[in-house]
Structures are given as C-alpha cells and as structure tokens.
C-alpha cells in the first residue's frame, strides 16, 4: 500500500460503522449477519452484544446506540427492563422515533420469570420482524430467556444452551433454575 493510500485510508476509518462482528468475519458493516452460531458483535457503546440469526443480544443500549442500530437496519427492538430501571431515558420514545418497533415486556426477578411470560418473549423472538434487538440491563435476562428459546425453538441440547445463555449474559443460578424446570414441563 503506498504512502498516500495509507494516509486516505486513516483519515477515512472515523467514518466507518461503529457496528462489527468480532468473529472470523471481523470487519463487517451494516445489518446483521444471519449467523448460523452465536457469535459476538460490536455496536457502539453496548458492552455485552451477541448476534445469532438476526437476533441481536444486548445489555442496554444508549440513545446513540439505538440511532446506529437503525442505521445497521435493524426493524424491532425488544426490552425487559422496567422504566424505572432507566429513568434517564424515554426509550420507547427513541425507539419509535426512529420508526423502529418497540416491545416492551418488563421483568425482575424469579417471582416474574412466569411460564406465561416465557412463551410470550419466546413467541416475540420467533414471530418479530428483524433484524431484533434484545436487551435488559446487563444480559443477564436476556441470558435467561436465550436458554428457553434455544432449547424449545431452536432444538439444542440444554448444555450447549446453557452455554450460549451464560455466553449472552446470564450470570443468575436462580435464573437458570427457573428456566430449566420449564424447559423441562415443556419439552
């Protein structure tokens, strides 16, 4: 590469989508790959980001980080976190102000980890639009609702989807617990 193309391209790279696979195909830009694995993803200020089949993964997003999702294409955005967890920011006003779908099903805790509202976020994740953006606070939610819809939906074995769920985020043994007693009534 010569000089003055090394110098064209360093004054471009600001300019490049903050949004990227970190996997073998680093350097991606634009919608989500339709990944036939978990793998993870960068967008923005987001610190925990996954992506698998046009499911992004997330911990929370900021205002900016929503913008560069709609730009990335992505068409729902999925949020378990209640407003008073945030109170900072009118997200479902963001999200809608970007002409982007916003579904709201907030939970905390074991007591709210109801069978009723696993088969409700399950058939969110199945039936939405996307490119979808999933997100709780940390993914330790996402995490928890990741292992019910992969085994269920996605047919894989409960260790590799235990796995992939503590890969997202879920970090909470009760959680999983919960999680795995359903999976079990259900399978």
Known sequence: ??????????LLLPFAPACR???????????PP?????????CGSIQRL?????????????QADFEQAKDGG???????????????MDEKAIVEGLGITYIHKPWSGTDELTDSLLDELRGVLRD???PLL??????????????????????????DAIAEAKQVGLKSPA?????????????
């Open 34 to 42: 339709q990944t036939e694995a978990l793998e993870p993803y960068q």
């Open 134 to 159: 999933f997100h709780c606070h940390s993914a330790n939610r996402v995490g928890a609702v990741w292992l019910a819809y992969r085994v269920l939906d996605g047919g894989i074995p409960v260790e």
């Open 74 to 88: 992505v068409r729902t955005v999925l949020n378990i976190r209640y407003d008073r967890e945030h109170p900072e």
């Open 21 to 31: 696979n970190t996997s073998a195909a680093q350097g991606h830009h634009g919608p």
């Open 175 to 187: 959680y999983q617990e919960k999680v795995l007693d359903y999976i079990r009534r259900n399978s």
């Open 50 to 62: 996954h992506t698998y089949d046009g499911i992004f993964l997330a911990s929370q997003p900021s």
């Open 1 to 10: 590469m010569t000089m003055k193309a090394t110098a064209l391209l360093l």
């Open 128 to 130: 939405s639009e996307r």
